[in-house]
């Protein structure tokens, strides 16, 4: 079984990978309709029609990069180089720790680097600048940010040593949890504690998109919530409607609903967060 399932995804098929990110954005946005966690009122397709432009600036980059993704793969197998290669692991073990591994490197910690280093910071407030946070705020990603993101996750592959097969379940894992925990879905919140002990679930993450520090720098979990727990950057709050969407430094429309300036803030000048005490903020220039 885990076999077929490698299988499959070390020639996964175009198809395949479209159809989870366009499938996953309609199953989500027909779900936001009828079990809303919140009852926006905004234009939901002038609002996807700029989260979804971004979608396209990560896909051109992605197909520049994939050269590189896939030879680096090919190379750590091929001379079973990294973390994977140590030990004659079965392959289900290999799977496990693959997807795990490379959720570490190339979502939580580049993510939380992003957080603590003012410069990148710049390019990842994008996503956070949304108000509305819904099922397309998840592919929304300055293009240089996902640069940043496709280079730790390259990092990975090469210190683990991950084949390709595992790389594209990952992949596919990681824009399935990006559809589901951005959701503007009301998922029952016993069931959704529950999972948030192993999974990265919708109202976890939700906290993560509060506008204002301290929340804003927890919950950095992209498919599993142990990384959180593990390095103390977990938190839950007793209410999530009490959440505020946005970054409180880019509040004003004029500067959050509209690509030009989006595209221009990582080169503005750096403003601190205005929700904290000053010896919390971003330190690294």
Do not use: C
């Not at 198809?15 to 946005?29: A, C, H, Y």
């Not at 940043?148 to 996750?153: A, V």
């Amino acid at each position: 079984m885990i076999e077929s399932i490698v299988g499959f995804f070390e020639d996964v098929p175009t198809t395949f990978r479209t159809g989870i990110l366009i499938g996953g954005i309609f199953l989500f946005w027909v779900m936001e309709g009828v079990i809303p966690l919140f009852q926006f009122r905004y234009n939901k397709y002038r609002h996807a029609g700029i989260n979804l432009l971004f979608t396209f600036f990560t896909a051109v980059i992605g197909f520049g990069f994939a050269g590189v993704l896939y030879y680096t793969s090919h190379w750590v197998t091929l001379n079973e180089f990294g973390l994977l290669h140590l030990a004659d692991l079965p392959l289900w073990l290999k799977v496990i720790l693959g997807v795990m591994l490379l959720d570490f490197i190339g979502a939580w910690l580049i993510h939380w680097i992003e957080h603590k280093i003012k410069w990148m910071w710049k390019f990842h407030l994008i996503h956070h600048s949304d108000t509305t946070v819904d099922v397309t705020t998840g592919l929304r990603h300055h293009p240089g940010e996902t640069v940043f993101r496709i280079s730790f996750t390259i990092l990975g592959v090469f210190l683990v040593g991950i084949p390709i097969g595992i790389v594209m379940l990952y992949q596919s894992l990681s824009v399935l949890f990006a559809h589901l925990t951005h959701a503007n879905i009301n998922m029952p919140r016993k069931i959704d504690r529950a999972l948030s002990y192993i999974f990265v679930t919708p109202h976890m993450h939700k906290v993560h998109h509060h506008y204002s520090q301290p929340l804003t720098d927890t919950n950095y979990g992209n498919i599993f919530a142990i990384w959180d727990r593990v390095f103390g950057t977990y938190a839950e709050v007793d209410d999530t409607k009490e959440i505020k969407y946005g970054i409180d430094t880019h509040m004003d429309p004029e500067e959050n609903d509209r690509v030009g300036n989006l595209l221009k803030i990582p080169f503005q000048e750096y403003r601190p967060p205005r929700g904290k005490d000053e010896d919390h903020n971003r330190e690294v220039e």
